[in-house]
T-cell receptor, first 112, second 114 residues
Framework: GESVGLHLPTLSVQEGDNSIINCAYS??????FIWYKQESGKGPQFIID?????DKRQGQRVTVLLNKTVKHLSLQIAATQPGDSAVYFC???????????FGKGTLLTVNP | DGGITQSPKYLFRKEGQNVTLSCEQN?????MYWYRQDPGQGLRLIYY???????QKGDIAEGYSVSREKKESFPLTVTSAQKNPTAFYLC?????????????FGQGTRLTVV
């Protein structure tokens, strides 16, 4: 069945380092993959998305990579800052019903 | 300001009661979604709607009901059939994928059964 999951539940990095958060998916029919950031007690915020016909997309300090061969998605955060500490979710949407499905999340902790 | 609004922020329910959570958006978005989030967990899809007067069950629809009578509104009713309703509920809306995928979330409603 459809599933979106994450390899690592927690990630701890030093301020200034680069962070990589990974995600595996199983639905080959998904059209878009999206990364969200959720701070404690708040709703998720959109970070970046990538269409299924792309391999890489860059934003401000973030890069999303899509490897359709192994059904793997990653979010790279450059020069990680304390304000980046949050839970990060990957999500996918696609098929004819536009169902937006989330993975379980990775808690990113940035140490000063 | 444009956005998506959930109310109330906190809600307490007695066992056996139905409660309705409000979700309103003025973004002219077609699709709306309801998710449940338990502590330390991800978001699980309850119901979603692509168009007025139509909606589909998500992964955990049992014990919940929705309506989509207006494009702007997608209320969620937590019925007495939901055995463990205490959770953080999130509503989202988005333009359908032909345009963009960014879903905007409300700030959530924290429901507690007392």
């Amino acid at each position: 069945g459809e599933s979106v999951g994450l390899h690592l539940p927690t990630l701890s990095v030093q301020e200034g380092d680069n962070s990589i958060i990974n995600c595996a998916y199983s639905n080959s029919a998904s059209d878009y993959f999206i990364w969200y950031k959720q701070e404690s007690g708040k709703g998720p915020q959109f970070i970046i998305d990538i269409r299924s016909n792309m391999d890489k997309r860059q934003g401000q300090r973030v890069t999303v990579l899509l490897n359709k061969t192994v059904k793997h998605l990653s979010l790279q955060i450059a020069a990680t800052q304390p304000g980046d500490s949050a839970v990060y979710f990957c999500a996918e949407i696609g098929g004819s019903n536009y169902k937006l499905t989330f993975g379980k999340g990775t808690l990113l902790t940035v140490n000063p | 300001d444009g956005g998506i609004t959930q109310s109330p922020k906190y809600l307490f329910r007695k066992e056996g009661q139905n409660v309705t959570l409000s979700c309103e958006q003025n973004l002219n978005h077609d699709a709306m979604y309801w998710y449940r989030q338990d502590p330390g967990q991800g978001l699980r899809l309850i119901y979603y709607s692509q168009i007025v007067n139509d909606f589909q069950k998500g992964d955990i629809a049992e014990g919940y009901s929705v309506s989509r009578e207006k494009k702007e509104s997608f209320p969620l009713t937590v019925t007495s059939a939901q055995k463990n309703p205490t959770a953080f509920y999130l509503c989202a809306s988005s333009i359908l994928p032909e345009a963009r995928t960014e879903a905007f979330f409300g700030q959530g409603t924290r429901l507690t059964v007392v």
